[in-house]
């Protein structure tokens, strides 16, 4: 059964990458520079954090999973 839920957890987190770009690449493609790129970038991240944990909350995780889970989410969106 563990196996099972890792599994659902990992294409869960595939489908979310392939839906949206990371932070960084959505910053290259408007061509930001500066202060205006590390403004984007800070709220990309902040909004992907709050999406992450709306997800972990979705998928009852708690304690360590949770937060391995955040980090990773909020890393993988912000493209770093």
Same mark, same amino acid.
Request: charged fraction near 20%.
């Given at each position: 059964?563990? @196996? $099972?839920?890792? =599994?659902? #957890?990992a294409l869960? !987190?595939?489908s979310s990458? =392939? +839906?949206? +770009?990371?932070?960084? %690449?959505? *910053?290259?493609?408007?061509?930001?520079?500066? =202060? /205006?790129?590390?403004?984007? #970038?800070?709220?990309?991240?902040?909004?992907?954090? *709050?999406? !992450?944990? @709306? +997800? /972990?909350?979705? @998928?009852? #995780?708690?304690? /360590? /999973?949770?937060?391995?889970? $955040? @980090?990773k989410c %909020?890393?993988? =969106?912000?493209?770093?």
């Amino acid at each position: 059964m563990m @196996k $099972t839920l890792l =599994a659902a #957890l990992a294409l869960t !987190c595939l489908s979310s990458l =392939a +839906q949206a +770009q990371s932070c960084a %690449v959505q *910053a290259g493609d408007k061509k930001l520079n500066g =202060a /205006a790129k590390t403004s984007f #970038l800070t709220k990309c991240e902040k909004d992907a954090g *709050a999406a !992450c944990d @709306k +997800q /972990a909350a979705d @998928k009852k #995780l708690a304690g /360590a /999973a949770k937060a391995s889970f $955040t @980090k990773k989410c %909020v890393s993988d =969106a912000a493209g770093t």
